[in-house]
């Protein structure tokens, strides 16, 4: 996922989604976030 840098990630662990996006984005991360549930948002 940090070598290729797909342009949008779905995190399917929703319920920690705003624990796990910074760090995600502080591994170098700069792709488009997505939670599905319990409503799609883009983080």
Known sequence: MFA???KCAIIFSWHIA???APKLRA???K???VTPLP???VL
Request: net charge negative; hydrophobic share 25%; no cysteine.
């Open 39 to 41: 409503v799609p948002r």
């Open 31 to 33: 792709g488009m976030l």
């Open 18 to 20: 705003d624990e796990l």
């Open 4 to 6: 290729d840098q797909p």
């Open 27 to 29: 591994k170098g991360y």
